[in-house]
């Protein structure tokens, strides 16, 4: 009646196990450490550089505890942080002999201190949150003037291409915040080129106005192309700013909208503050332009991948916000090529340069801080437009990483930061402590009512409530989630729910007592009839957790994840290990007379049915 079969004391061994695997690294603490990433687009990090950063810790006489390439950056942890300061110096010197143009970021960062062969199996600790952790907290402004001017830059590249391709003369054309100015000799012109622009540019209004002998074609943007400026200005800042804290290393980094035109950005565990800054600064573009080979004729030059310099023609082909897509791929001969996507608009545009210029050499040109470099320089084989291929001498490795440099890496407008916070590790340690007690000594309180109150099932409940708690970090850190205090305060709310249910238990066993069930059919139809009432408060519960998890953000979606997974918890260990605790004690006595569970009133004062321990 009450006892399990051999397979469910397995599973709850194997759960226990696991439990203690994926809490353990939760306890091993932090330790400092430093990060190396490329600080351009396009310097890349690969396994190589482990071997040079081991070189150069080992000619400035330092020993990391390792040295490790993670996919995108190389980390070597150190014992203290003396030694993590004086290896970011001497890898500074070593990987940037010209302070003026760093080609990489060394940053200090904080790594787990998880045996390696913990690590291997994924058993990770959580990641802290801003709060518990300590790190930076910016308030950034994303600049719309910049914004605006930038498409009223490609309206201009797309205008000047449109009356080419029509064959329409004019005069000038003029930009200004809100639109453009085509200027015309001829009137007719003028009325030509309006009846074609308002097909091609619908985002521009058109007015025709007469000043002296000349002709004026007035763009301006309407209400909700500015808008829909901003609006993406925003959401693809916010997708740039995803992919640069990367090289932080910071997990788990948080980035989102506030307002109109602003962006926080709370990155927990970082350092070093003034390199946050720099790196989340960094304004770069994308541009498609076409070569001059006559550098004395050239509007710029700027280096090439292969340390060349390339000449540069004056207008814009187009810009990294019209590009849709950008893929490795193979052209007809399987040869390596990349794959790229315009939108109509600069399709359009591309056209026009294309078949004007065969057999010339067009760039794909990457602005980072101000200084341009050419990703690609290719050479125009025949007339294209929205969709179409760079081929050249590469390998498959080089044609996936041109992809990713020509699909990332821009900000669509200038951002500013106008609040910057620091909290330090101090405050967070701080907080982790005080939250560590609120948690232990709430379960020290339940563990000593439960022992006092119901006896030995006091025990059996108290054992499954840190079970529960095991199972909840556990679950945890197998999602890496972002612990926070929140979800501290989660944690803490999970032990009172799930004590409740063992409440429920013990009462219905002792309610079964003194109606005057032996001990064996006491526990069995306790647990049984206890299990419905057990389900439903769990699962209105779950429901409540949910719609947090779904309508919230921030803290609120954090506390609400942190509950949701411990209602779950909460139910397996409540029933099922509790039980297997009780089964494994008392379900191999045949002849049970009694259980300690604490003083079984009756009603009419009469001795109940078992004797009560």
Known sequence: MNRYPLWKYVLLGVVLLVGLLYTAPNFYGEAPAVQVSGAKATVKVDAGMVATVQQTLTAAKLTPDFVRFDGQSVRARFADIDAQKKARDALLAALNPDPANPRYIVALNLVSRTPEWMAKMHALPMYLGLDLRGGVHFLMQVDMRGALKQAVETYASDTRATLREKRIRYADIVREPGGLTVVFSDPADAGKARDTLVD???????????????????????????????????????????????????????????????????L????????????????????????????????????????????????????????????ATFDKDQRPAVSVRLDDVAGRSMRTVT??????????VLYEKGKGEALSVATIQGEFGTDFQITGNFTPQETADLALLTRAGSLAAPMEIIEERTIGPSLGRENID???????????????????????????????????????????????????????????LTLGMAIDANVLINERVREELRNGASPQVAINVGYERAWGTILDSNVTTLIAGIALLAFGSG???????????????????AVMFSRGLVNLWYGRQKRLKSVSIGQVWRPDGAKPASEEA
């Open 268 to 327: 927990a565990g970082v350092q070093d503050p003034a390199r946050a800054k720099d790196i989340l600064g960094r304004t770069a573009t994308l541009q498609f332009r076409l070569v001059e080979p006559a550098a004395e004729s050239a509007a710029e030059t700027v280096p090439s991948r292969d340390g060349t310099r390339v000449g540069l023609k004056r207008d814009v082909i187009a810009t990294g916000d019209q590009l849709k897509q950008a893929a």
């Open 355 to 364: 078949r004007e210029n065969l057999g010339k050499p067009m760039a794909i």
């Open 434 to 492: 005080k939250g560590f007690d609120s948690v232990m000594y709430g379960f020290a309180a339940i563990a000593t009512f439960m022992c006092l109150y119901y006896m030995l099932f006091g025990v059996f409940s108290t054992l499954a409530l840190g079970f529960n708690l095991l199972c909840l970090v556990a679950v945890l850190s197998m999602l890496q989630a972002t612990l926070t205090l929140p979800g501290i305060a989660a944690i803490a």
């Open 555 to 573: 803290p609120v979606r954090g506390f609400a994840v942190v509950h949701c997974l411990g209602i779950l918890t909460s139910m397996f260990s």
């Open 200 to 266: 091609r540019l619908p985002s521009i209004t058109w007015t025709q106005e007469t000043e002296g002998t000349s002709t004026k074609l007035v763009g301006r943007l309407s209400p909700k192309s500015i808008n829909d400026i901003q609006t993406q200005a925003v959401t693809q800042n916010i997708e740039t700013l995803h992919k640069r804290v990367n090289e932080l290393g910071v997990t788990e980094p948080v980035i989102q909208q506030q307002g109109a035109d602003r962006v926080v950005v709370q």
